[in-house]
Structures are given as C-alpha cells and as structure tokens.
C-alpha cells in the first residue's frame, strides 16, 4: 500500500510540474497547447531477446509519433563483401518499414566510432585492425551511407554522433578521418536529390565544458559547425547528470538555445536522459526523473525543436552479459520509462502528459 501511494503522489508530481508548459482553457475546457516536436524512441527492448524486440516496440507505438534508430555500420560484414545495400536491406529496412506502416516519422544516426567509448573507434573495426583512417574503410562507411539514405529515406539522417566529444577524446587523426567521410557522403547525399534533411550530433555537456572538458567554460560548437557546413539541423546528446548537475532544475534555462545561438538551424534530441536511481554522486529517483522530462520541454521551448528522442524506453537488464572492463555501460541501465520488466515509471506519465499535446510543425 505504501509503494502505491507513492506512486500516486510521484505522478501527481511529474503531472503538477507540467503545467508551465500545458495550454490553458478558454472556458470551453482545458486545451493542450501544441508541440513543434516529434517525440519517440529507439527499438531496444529491456533485454537480448529477439522475441521481445516487436512487442516492446508495440507497448511505446502509442505514445509516439516518430522512431529513431541509432545504429553502427555493419563493419565486419562490409570488410567481409557484403554489399551495402544488401546489409541495408537485411539489418534496416524491415524495422524502418515497420515504422513506417505505424505511421512514424524516421529519424537515423549513425555511429561511426565506439559509442559507450568516444576516445576509441568502433570495436568491430579495433578487433580487426582496421580505422577509419584508412581510405577502404571510409569508402564502406560511405557506401552504406549512402544506401540508408536511398533506401530509408529518413525523415533526418546524422552522418555522426557527438562530433565534439570525439574531437576532445579521440585522436585528431580520427576526428579527422570522420570530417572527411560525412562531408563526402553529405554531398553524394545531396547530388542523388535524396530528402533526408542532414544533421550530426553534438555532446551538450561537453559543449558546456561539464565537467572536465573546459573546467566549466562553455566551449560551444562553432568547431562542429565550421567542420559539418551541410548540417540542417544539430542533433543534442545530454546526459547532464553526468555532467555534474544534481537536479534537473539545475539546467539553465538556455541550456540547449545556447548550443545553436547565432544559426538558424533546429535541434533534435537524439538521445539522452535521466536516471531513476543513484547513478555515481547523482542521488535520483523516480519522482526526480519525471522532473526531467518536464524541464526538457521548457528547455526545448527556448529553441527550433524538431524532435525529442530517448533511446531507452525500458531500463536495461544486464543479467548474463559480460561487460569489458570499465565500461560504463551501467551508468545508462535506468535510464528507461519503464522498468526491464516493462512496469510503467512516474517519467511515463510525465511523457505522455506532453505527447498528449497536438503536434504542429
């Protein structure tokens, strides 16, 4: 009885700090102000289970409206001679047309380096001996490209993920090598009069120098933007309690506005999130992760917004898998609207209070 009153009061809480951003009534009833932003998730269930992968999808179909998919290349397999778009069409295009019959709109980021290691290349191409720094490989990265793009056609597409975290963390032979590749694709993209509109993602905590890369100067992206000119739009990766922020409060108002101050360009928060449990020296909880998605809509509201994504719907359940040493992996595992057993959170309420806004691009 107890857990369920506090459930009860957690998302009578999630839905008492949404009222700043909620429509209010003309006297006719309360109406929701409309949102400017597409809201989904990433096809990841709970847990290694390909029986599970359709029906976790189908319990968030309802509360959303677009999909993205966040997805490496299929290194090994390319190396291998498989063709691009052969790999396209086993890996992708099922999934994307199962969004697509759902009615979502598409949004695709590719991962061309070790995503849970930014100072590190992809391990497929580490336990091949292989970089990106080699020509025949930045050829397969393009060709596959290249295939998602006509293939797919997402609604966005992002050449590369967290473009300035690799450029802190990598080596600048990397960063370098992955500059040269997303402009070549970018343009091959464009003469083929694809409509994906193009994007990279920028790592916000990083952007705001949090916490060791700047000691707190804020650092900006004008290197990204210098590097990237095609981007239409700049994709958000934040994970402020990462960052050294206790308490979603804690963001400045301005705190994705800032990354794309003095353009013109729209944002989309690829991926992201807050933790429902103690994660390092954040003490969260529950009720405090719902406070979360009710401060990124204010947050959102500062800026262009075009999209609001979570990668993790669920929590992820860890049990039977060995992790390398070191990875960080458990510091993303609560990150979920609901828990690895699919039981909704507070957050999920929090969520569906702000998708129940109409959309209006």
Known sequence: MQASAAMRVARALALALLTAVLGCGDGAGPQLSPRPFLMGFAPMPPRLDPAIVVP????????ADAAIMHVSPPWAALIRGVSPAAAVDTAQL?????????????????????????????????????????????????????????????DYLGLIAETNLIR????????????????????????????????????VETAWGRPATGGGTYQGIARDL???????????????????????????????????????????????G?????????????????????????????????????LTFYDLDLTGLTLPPGSVLPLFT??????????????????????ARPYRP
């Open 56 to 63: 976790s999808i189908n319990y968030w179909l309802p509360r």
């Open 94 to 154: 099922p999934l994307a047309n199962y969004f697509r019959a759902n009615r979502l709109a598409l949004v695709f980021t590719v991962d061309a380096t070790d995503g849970l290691n930014r100072a590190a290349e992809a391990p497929e191409l580490v336990a091949l001996g292989r970089s990106v720094t080699d020509t025949a490989i930045q050829r397969l990265y393009r060709d596959w490209v290249f295939a998602v793009a006509d293939k797919l056609r997402p």
């Open 226 to 272: 210098a590097d990237f000119p095609f981007v239409d739009a700049i994709g958000l990766s934040s994970y402020p309690y990462l960052g050294g922020f206790a308490l979603p409060e804690d963001l400045p108002l301005d705190y994705y506005a800032r990354i794309v101050q003095g353009t013109t360009l729209p944002v989309l928060v690829v991926e992201g």
């Open 168 to 203: 802190a963390a990598a080596p600048d032979s990397v960063y370098r090598a992955l500059v040269v590749m997303a402009n070549a694709v970018a343009a091959e993209v464009r003469a083929a009069g694809l409509p994906s509109r193009l994007y990279v993602s920028v790592q």
């Open 334 to 355: 609560h990150l979920g609207l609901a828990d690895s057993a699919m039981n909704a959170k507070p957050a999920l309420t929090a969520w569906d209070s702000v998708f």
């Open 274 to 310: 807050w933790p429902s449990i103690t994660v390092g020296s954040t003490a969260s909880t529950p009720a405090v992760q719902a406070r979360y998605i009710a401060r990124q809509v204010q947050l959102l509201g500062q800026t262009s917004a075009r999209a609001l994504f979570q």
